[in-house]
């Protein structure tokens, strides 16, 4: 199937600190979206893109959909402890099949 | 309002079972999706229901199946369970049949040990 792959799998930052995390597909997407995830809850959207260049933040956070489609980055400014989570991408392609990357998982030290 | 509930939250089974998994959408969601997250993974599409109707399948063995009752709750089975089978199983819905995922709400989920 379809394989996302995210990098970087951990990060492990201090408070205030600012965070990057990309995605890339070896196939295009018409839909890029950011979840993130925190122990034993479901994943919650976080940014949803859904054009090529499209750039769209939500507080600190910031997300972009890569030009050529197969890939898209996150950016958290100034971190706070509660950020700690696993951040998942997530694609839709022409199919509308969906599909999950591997995750990155934050860990912010205060 | 209550979001998306599934039951059981924990679940543990042995090789060889079969097990069923609930999930009660949203008030008014029509469309109920089921992926598998295995630890360490992203989730995977399982199902997509939308009206009682299955609109969306994803790569998994016919040992998988699924129906959306009259209220739109819905039931994921699995027969003849694996080890591989360990997951946490999310459900999530929509208000209608949405090809966005970005319409969907998850459920906390069911984890399931197949022991």
């Known amino acids: 199937g379809q394989q996302l792959n995210q990098s970087p799998q951990s990060m492990f930052i201090q408070e205030g600190e600012d965070v990057s995390m990309n995605c890339t597909s070896s196939?295009?997407?018409?839909?890029w979206l950011w979840y993130k995830q925190e122990p034993g809850e479901g994943p919650v959207l976080l940014i949803a893109?859904?054009?090529?260049?499209e750039l769209t933040s939500n507080g600190r956070l910031t997300a972009q959909f890569g030009i050529t489609r197969k890939d898209s980055f996150l950016n958290i400014s100034a971190s706070i402890p509660s950020d700690v989570g696993i951040y998942f991408c997530?694609?839709?392609?022409?199919?509308?099949?969906?599909?999950f990357g591997t995750g990155t998982s934050l860990t912010v030290i205060p | 309002d209550a979001g998306v509930t599934q039951s059981p939250t924990h679940l543990i089974k042995t090789r060889g079972q079969h097990v069923t998994l609930r999930c009660s959408p949203i008030?008014?969601?029509?469309?109920v999706s089921w992926y598998q997250q295995v630890l360490g993974q992203g989730p995977q599409f399982i199902f997509q229901?939308?009206?009682?109707?299955?609109?969306g399948r994803g790569n998994f063995p016919d040992r998988f199946s699924a129906r959306q009752f009259p209220n739109y709750s819905s039931e994921l089975n699995v027969n003849a369970l694996l080890l591989g089978d360990s997951a946490l199983y999310l459900c999530?819905?929509?208000?209608?049949?949405?090809?966005?995922?970005?319409?969907?709400?998850f459920g906390s989920g069911t984890r399931l040990t197949v022991v």
């Open positions: 999530a819905s929509s208000l209608a049949l949405s090809t966005q995922l970005y319409g969907y709400t």
């Open positions: 196939s295009i997407f018409n839909t």
């Open positions: 893109l859904y054009k090529a260049g």
């Open positions: 997530a694609g839709q392609n022409t199919g509308n099949q969906f599909y």
């Open positions: 008030s008014g969601h029509k469309s």
């Open positions: 229901y939308y009206e009682k109707e299955e609109r």
